[in-house]
């Protein structure tokens, strides 16, 4: 809406409207009102002149098995799944937004029809990070019906992806990364142990965590805590300065390199000193000493696990909130969902766009979209 001045504030003649270029802008924006699209079938009854009534015939061509569209089912599950409001407030927030009744055990349905809609896309996320060079993995308690669980993450730089196991064993663990091929950084779990350690990467976060504690003690074990602070200190240090471009890669690798000699020499004085809670755990990092500097011979690798666990801190939030799941159903569904979520954030797409487009292909039993760049873009969320 164009305003202009109807006359000269100085002399007041009449002004022409003529566009400036630099006009104050002003803008807001609205909603229009929401009115849900009902689309009723109505199968007639038609008497023939011989007396006899037949009814059309019940096509699923033609009319749908479920009473929800995929719009109207995308964003259900994009309340419930990804944002993580219960289903009863999403029931709520339906019936006061959209003017839509919806019960809780429709939301559970649908629910389940778009957890089968995201099958065929998760699985590829999962192929897509089994085939990755550099993948990041870390573990949290899950609960299904108030039984402990484990959830599970595999982030890469380009997909994540989760499940909900029954527990964080070796067993359960190494289904899911398929060929055991490039370069794992984890912390220290011995459940990982089955990943040859001159590919993996120890996240020194954890180990910064665990020499404070150290540092925090009293008498030798203080000392020796202290000293391995501020040894880590100067990895990272190091590492930030050339990641900022501050060294050189020759640089960086002369300096860490006294770092590296010292960091070895400490744990093993500290494995000699037989201080009870310090020598042992000071033994398992030397185990694990071809694993603590992967991240200086290669630029593609990150010296921390934080990657990982900041893609489960969305997942811990909604265990707290809503103390997990109650079925099997739910632990897939919870777990598709977020890999979808996370994946398609990295994959610069629009998660509810991507939603309604699966719901779509479910139900017209056409290909599931990709969830990567180098398959056709998913439209936008208006469309």
Avoid at 111 to 123: K, T
Avoid at 206 to 225: D, I, M, N, Q, W
Avoid at 303 to 323: D, Q
Wanted: net charge positive; proline share 5%.
């Amino acid at each position: 809406m164009d305003l202009f001045p109807p006359q000269c504030t100085n002399c007041w003649a009449a002004l022409p409207e003529r566009v400036d270029p630099e006009a104050l802008r002003y803008q807001i924006t609205e909603v229009p009102p929401i009115r849900p699209h009902t689309t009723e079938y109505r199968r007639h009854e038609v008497e023939c002149a011989c007396g006899y009534r037949t009814r059309a015939a019940h096509d699923p061509a033609v009319i749908p098995t479920s009473r929800f569209g995929p719009r109207l089912s995308a964003l259900v599950v994009l309340l419930t799944g990804v944002y993580h409001i219960s289903r009863r407030r999403t029931g709520q927030l339906l019936e006061d937004v959209l003017g839509v009744r919806m019960s809780l055990g429709a939301i559970s349905g649908i629910e389940a029809r778009v957890s089968d809609a995201l099958a065929e896309p998760v699985a590829q996320a999962w192929e897509h990070v089994k085939d990755a060079e550099v993948k990041h993995t870390d573990g949290t308690s899950w609960l299904q019906a108030g039984a402990v669980m484990c959830l599970w993450t595999v982030a890469t730089a380009t997909a994540t992806v989760f499940k909900v196991l029954a527990n964080g064993s070796k067993s359960a663990l190494l289904p899911l990364f398929g060929k055991l091929t490039g370069i794992l950084v984890s912390d220290r779990a011995t459940a990982l142990n089955f990943w040859a350690m001159e590919r993996r990467q120890i996240c020194w976060s954890h180990l910064l965590r665990k020499f404070v504690s150290f540092s925090e003690r009293a008498g030798p074990a203080a000392t020796l805590g202290q000293q391995l602070l501020d040894l880590t200190a100067l990895v990272f240090e190091y590492h930030h300065a050339y990641r900022e471009g501050k060294l050189t890669r020759e640089k960086f690798l002369d300096w860490m390199k006294p770092v590296r000699e010292r960091f070895e020499a400490t744990l093993e004085r500290a494995v000699a000193a037989n201080i009870e809670r310090l020598s042992g755990s000071c033994a398992d990092i030397l185990e694990h000493k071809q694993a603590l500097w992967t991240f200086v011979e290669r630029d593609d690798v990150a010296p921390t696990n934080n990657h990982a666990e900041r893609e489960l801190r969305e997942f811990v939030l909604w265990r707290r909130r809503s103390f997990g799941t109650q079925s099997d159903r739910g632990n897939v569904f919870a777990a598709r969902v977020m890999t979808v979520a996370h994946t398609a954030r990295k994959q610069k797409k629009n998660t509810f766009a991507f939603l309604i487009a699966c719901v779509r292909a479910h139900v017209d039993r056409t290909g599931a979209p990709s969830l990567f760049a180098s398959a056709p873009d998913v439209p936008t969320c208006a469309a």
